[in-house]
């Protein structure tokens, strides 16, 4: 959501799709351009005004919410090898955008118009959500090979899992990372359930079926307006 009743949806083969949440009107393909290569969306991130959407081995397509005019930031523009996918967009709290892909983590200007850099130490491999935390701290969930965290220094911890360490991840792939209104880091894993980062050990609590999760197959995390967390399965919320 965008905070003024918007909700926006990526979607496998239809692009993007907005839904107002005070009539429920749903409005379908938002920003599509003349190419049917940006209906496969695979993630979707509001920033100021503006949506951008990782486009399947395409790049990235950015929308204006207020005039709905759209372009197409493709991999050459952005200096990513070919058929790369995007699989999450974040904003730095300096608005410098931070390209997960499954080439790695890269980081370009404000405006995208520039070749982006590899950051170094999370290049070469498959990152599915980027996180920046209210202590500085940047997040990299990974497909296969467990969550990064990089301080403010630039110092990288590599957190995976470990079938006999009972505290370390429960899953190597972890699907997502959150922070929740009192600063707990949540994470979601595929066959593992969920993960909350414990700062003052730096290892994790788990949180599975056992304890009430419906399925150990998780996705995204969300907050309501009651602190109350969501967090979905292959079996509902």
Same mark, same amino acid.
């Given at each position: @959501? $965008?905070?003024?009743?918007?909700?926006?949806?990526?979607?496998?083969?239809?692009?993007?799709? #907005?839904?107002?949440?005070?009539?429920?009107?749903?409005?379908?393909?938002?920003?599509?351009? &003349?190419?049917?290569? $940006?209906?496969? @969306?695979?993630?979707?991130?509001?920033?100021?005004?503006?949506?951008?959407?990782?486009?399947?081995?395409?790049?990235?397509?950015?929308?204006?919410?207020?005039?709905?005019?759209?372009?197409?930031?493709?991999?050459?523009?952005?200096?990513?090898?070919?058929?790369? *996918?995007?699989?999450?967009? &974040?904003?730095?709290?300096?608005?410098?955008?931070?390209?997960?892909?499954?080439?790695?983590?890269?980081?370009?200007?404000?405006?995208?118009?520039?070749?982006? /850099?590899? /950051?170094?130490?999370?290049?070469?491999?498959? /990152?599915? =959500?980027?996180?920046? =935390?209210?202590?500085?701290?940047?997040?990299? &969930?990974?497909?296969?090979?467990?969550? #990064?965290?990089?301080? *403010?220094?630039?110092?990288? &911890? #590599?957190?995976?899992? =470990?079938?006999?360490?009972?505290?370390?991840?429960?899953?190597?792939?972890?699907?997502?990372?959150?922070? $929740?209104?009192?600063?707990?880091?949540?994470?979601?894993?595929?066959?593992?359930?969920?993960?909350?980062?414990?700062?003052? @050990?730096?290892?994790?609590?788990?949180?599975?079926?056992?304890?009430?999760?419906?399925?150990? /197959?998780?996705?995204?995390?969300?907050?309501?307006? #009651?602190?109350?967390?969501?967090?979905? @399965?292959?079996?509902? $919320?």
């Amino acid at each position: @959501t $965008d905070g003024a009743e918007n909700l926006w949806l990526c979607t496998e083969d239809g692009g993007i799709n #907005h839904i107002d949440l005070q009539t429920g009107r749903i409005t379908p393909k938002i920003g599509q351009t &003349a190419s049917t290569d $940006d209906d496969y @969306t695979i993630c979707l991130t509001y920033y100021q005004g503006r949506l951008y959407a990782g486009i399947n081995k395409t790049g990235i397509k950015v929308v204006d919410t207020r005039t709905g005019e759209a372009q197409i930031v493709d991999n050459e523009r952005m200096g990513l090898p070919s058929e790369t *996918s995007v699989y999450d967009i &974040a904003f730095d709290p300096q608005g410098v955008p931070w390209v997960g892909t499954d080439r790695g983590v890269w980081r370009g200007d404000r405006t995208l118009t520039a070749p982006l /850099v590899p /950051v170094k130490g999370l290049e070469d491999m498959w /990152v599915y =959500d980027i996180l920046f =935390d209210h202590r500085g701290n940047v997040w990299v &969930a990974r497909m296969g090979d467990g969550i #990064h965290r990089m301080d *403010s220094k630039g110092r990288l &911890a #590599h957190y995976q899992a =470990d079938p006999k360490e009972p505290n370390s991840l429960s899953s190597g792939s972890v699907s997502a990372v959150f922070e $929740d209104s009192q600063g707990n880091i949540w994470l979601s894993t595929d066959r593992g359930g969920i993960c909350r980062y414990r700062p003052e @050990t730096d290892d994790f609590e788990r949180i599975s079926t056992p304890e009430g999760l419906p399925d150990d /197959v998780a996705y995204d995390m969300l907050e309501d307006s #009651h602190g109350r967390l969501w967090f979905g @399965t292959n079996r509902g $919320d």
